[in-house]
């Protein structure tokens, strides 16, 4: 069994609300002793070096199995997840054939217990039968089976009236939908942002009011469910633009419910980086071809994703709603590719990051800026999407808790790493990352007790 | 990167021969866009194209200049003038030159663009002009290739041998031979256009007063970018007026218009457009007398172009094909001479 000894940590305990000087001991598999220090014996320690916090939750990730086991398997997933500090994953159903049904999800359990791995996954249904927007999906035998929640993502689910029926569906038997807000109708054949980048680089653009249009419509139709279906809960995932931020921001004021996540591709890279910027959002001036930002070859086909990457008031948006609250969570929409599907054209490449390795070291990128206090980085990684999954799915408390099994990350903000194809453990090599310095390189994973990860660091089973 | 046109010192090489050891301004691995591309650079090209058409004034136009070097001249997209184009320049310079006509649908087929230019430099090419559907493709084309990248036409992106021989053509029918302060107009179908983009670089370069106009439809976003400038202080102005367009105005360009763009709803018919946006003698009234005419081509006449303004004596549509030829074999030549990569192919990197 996992035994683990940290002295002289930065412990960050989000369910206490509490960080600072400590020591940790696991045995056993068991988080034995959590001790905060003070006084002279905290003397030295700071929140730059070892740090220690729950493991991470990603509400949104895609392994690509069943279906395209070359992309991503459950396997390789959840190896890449242990590696970006993750205990949990939630996966999307756009596999093939799509999870609409318990069979594929029974698939994706084998897989995941084949894998032996500690790492929990955790599965989306599709809204949809097929993910066609036609018809329902089997939501009741879904939820019978353990989804936790229905998607169809990837796409939008078009019909408003569909979303009308999923949310009361759903919400009667108390799982969200999980939305992917685009009207399709302004999006057709969009690769990137509808703006100055895409403008000169001749790229049909994605207009930030597609985006919008469907979170308004999700919202006005949730505010008149709820009256019938008080369970009814909208979730919008990889929320990009301010405008949709602020829709969700006065629907949560206005006691909808309705729960949002941002990425971390998101809230720090920008539509300039198609145009050969590198510059962290933070940084970015708004013309790339004026201010030398651009130090690489545009239309790098690993910066192309679904929604597009925005502009750097986007940006600003989407760290601004992790900070008041209106993102419940940072997910990380690991969207995994062959080389084959992404090594093409940019307009022709697949839609995509493989991000749930480079997640923390990117947001610790805000943090070292000052953008985002590190305990909220940690909230939004650990009991921001503990209670969006509600505690049918998270039955114990996400913080570190003294008798519990292990489930903690251990993470070194003074040590970099360099994202490269071979350092990402995930089959999906598509990261625009590459070649890119990260600081916080995990040291150790423990998921339910049991090592997931480790690194550099002497963990004994 | 100077607002001005004015001259500059720039070493001409000498064409008749190889253009290795040669000392030129030029530095450009590739040429995918005019992005990166710096005013003096330009003004190399306009030079070199100088001698270029000495060259093709002579009895026998042609130079021995890249003898023994293979052109390939890869295009994905239908094209008869600009593949021509090439191929006539890279002949007159004596190059071994390669045609391949690529289908899109080579793609379906499991053949990437990156394994086909993998192939072509098996197959020997040094200089690879490439025609694409997809904006961005020549960028991927220069990272795996070896030798050098024309871009041919990348989708909406860029046409920078086109925006090239559209200032050299400009300013060998403009008085003072310069387009600065001069009112530039490029009429139609500008969102879709790879030629629009680049000639936006190259014309704000030299310091023209660029006009953008056409339906807002067809503008779309082209306002943001002309409030920021296509790089620091390098304004253009985008008006759905075709009045104020045209007006006083020294060159007018029009773009082909699709017929696809009625279909994704972008404009009410081509009838509509030739009524309010087509370029007829009675709008050309408007501009300066003997203001220039030109259009990228191929025309559709009676809709942007009235038939007889484009054969008319203000066109210079013709002479664009032939200056076509002379920029060409300009490009190719200082391509040929690079050594050393730099800014132009950081794609490379």
Redesign the interface.
């Known amino acids: 069994m996992t035994d683990l000894d940290i002295s002289r940590a930065w412990l960050v305990d989000p369910v206490a609300g509490r960080e600072g000087p400590g020591d940790i001991v696991v045995r056993d598999g068991i988080l034995e002793s959590v001790a905060w220090l003070d006084g002279g014996d905290a003397e030295g320690i700071d929140d730059r070096g070892v740090v220690v916090a729950p493991g991470f939750i990603d509400l949104h990730a895609h392994f690509r199995e069943p279906g395209n086991e070359d992309a991503e398997t459950i396997a390789s997933g959840l190896a890449a997840a242990a590696h970006g500090g993750f205990t949990t994953v939630c996966l999307m159903p756009n596999t093939t054939p799509a999870l609409d049904d318990p069979a594929v999800l029974a698939q994706v359990a084998a897989a995941a217990a084949a894998s032996d791995s500690p790492v929990r996954a955790l599965a989306y249904g599709a809204v949809t039968a097929g993910r066609r927007g036609e018809t329902l999906a089997a939501l009741g035998e879904l939820a019978d089976a353990g989804v936790v929640g229905f998607s169809d993502d990837g796409s939008c689910v078009g019909s408003a009236e569909l979303v009308r029926n999923a949310l009361a569906y759903a919400g009667a038997l108390g799982l969200p939908l999980v939305d992917h807000a685009e009207d399709a109708t302004q999006t057709v054949g969009a690769v990137a942002n509808d703006g100055f980048v895409a403008t000169v680089l001749g790229l049909r653009g994605w207009p930030a009011a597609a985006e919008e249009a469907a979170v308004a419509r999700d919202l006005a139709i949730l505010a008149e469910v709820v009256r019938d279906v008080p369970g009814a809960r909208l979730h919008l995932t990889h929320v990009s633009t301010a405008s949709s931020l602020d829709l969700v921001r006065r629907a949560k004021a206005a006691g909808l419910p309705v729960t949002c996540d941002v990425t971390p591709h998101h809230l720090a890279l920008t539509d300039e980086w198609v145009a050969g910027s590198r510059r962290w959002a933070w940084e970015a001036s708004g013309d790339p071809w004026s201010d030398g930002a651009i130090t690489a070859a545009p239309y790098a086909s690993a910066l192309r994703v679904n929604p597009p990457l925005r502009s750097a008031g986007d940006a600003a948006a989407c760290r601004e709603a992790l900070l008041d609250g209106t993102a419940d969570a940072v997910a990380t929409d690991h969207a995994p590719h062959t080389a084959v599907d992404k090594e093409v054209e940019f307009g022709l490449a697949a839609n995509g990051i493989s991000g749930i390795e480079t997640a923390l070291g990117v947001l610790l990128a805000a943090v070292d800026a000052g953008l985002i206090p590190l305990a909220r980085a940690i909230e939004s990684l650990t009991t921001g999407p503990a209670a969006v999954l509600g505690r049918r799915f998270v039955d114990r408390p996400v913080g570190l808790v003294e008798g519990e099994p292990a489930d903690l990350v251990v993470f070194d903000r003074s040590e970099s790493w360099t994202v490269s194809a071979d350092a990402l453990v995930s089959k999906g090599k598509n990261s625009p990352l590459s070649g890119r310095q990260l600081s916080g390189r995990v040291l150790a994973t423990i998921a339910g007790g049991r090592v997931a990860h480790e690194a550099a660091l002497a963990v004994s089973r | 990167m100077t607002v001005s046109d004015r001259p500059v010192a720039i070493a001409v090489p000498i064409v008749d021969s190889p253009p290795e050891n040669q000392t030129v301004g030029w530095s450009h691995r590739h040429l995918l866009d005019l992005?990166v591309v710096s005013w003096p650079e330009i003004e190399l090209v306009m030079r070199t194209t100088d001698a270029m058409r000495e060259v093709l004034a002579r009895p026998i136009s042609k130079v021995p200049a890249l003898r023994g070097r293979n052109v390939t001249i890869l295009f994905y997209e239908a094209s008869t003038r600009t593949r021509v184009s090439f191929e006539v320049a890279a002949k007159n310079l004596s190059a071994d030159v390669v045609n391949i006509a690529a289908s899109l649908s080579s793609?379906s087929k499991g053949e990437?663009?990156?394994d086909t230019v993998r192939t072509v430099e098996a197959l020997g090419a040094e200089l690879l002009v490439i025609r694409?559907a997809?904006?961005?493709?020549p960028?991927?084309a220069?990272?795996t290739f070896s030798g050098s990248v024309v871009n041919g036409g990348?989708?909406?992106?860029?046409h920078p041998t086109q925006a090239l021989l559209d200032l050299y053509t400009m300013r060998s029918r403009l008085p003072g031979g310069s387009v600065e302060d001069r009112k530039v107009v490029i009429l139609g179908d500008v969102l879709h256009s790879?030629v629009a983009?680049s000639n936006i670089w190259s014309l704000t370069a030299a310091g023209a007063d660029l006009w953008l106009c056409g339906p807002a439809t067809l503008l779309?976003?082209?306002e943001?970018?002309a409030g920021?400038?296509?790089?620091?202080g390098r304004r253009f102005r985008v008006t759905s007026s075709i009045d104020e367009a045209l007006r006083d105005a020294d060159v007018v360009m029009a773009l082909r218009i699709q017929r696809e763009r009625m279909a994704s709803g972008l404009l009410p018919s081509l009838r509509e457009y030739a009524a309010r946006y087509g370029l007829t003698s009675a709008r050309l009234a408007l501009s300066r007398p003997g203001a220039l005419v030109m259009h990228p081509g191929p025309m559709n006449e009676g809709v942007e172009i009235a038939a007889d303004v484009a054969a008319g004596t203000q066109s210079l549509i013709t002479e664009q094909v032939t200056n076509g030829v002379a920029v060409r074999m300009a490009l190719l030549y200082l391509l040929a001479g690079t050594a050393e990569p730099s800014l132009g192919s950081?794609?490379?990197?």
């Not at chain 2, 990348?154 to 860029?158: L, N, Q, T």
């Not at chain 2, 920021?228 to 620091?232: E, L, S, Y």
């Open positions: 992005d793609v990437s663009l990156v694409h997809v904006s961005g493709a960028y991927l220069a990272e990348d989708g909406w992106h860029a790879r983009r779309r976003g082209f943001a970018w920021r400038g296509a790089a620091a950081r794609a490379a990197e």
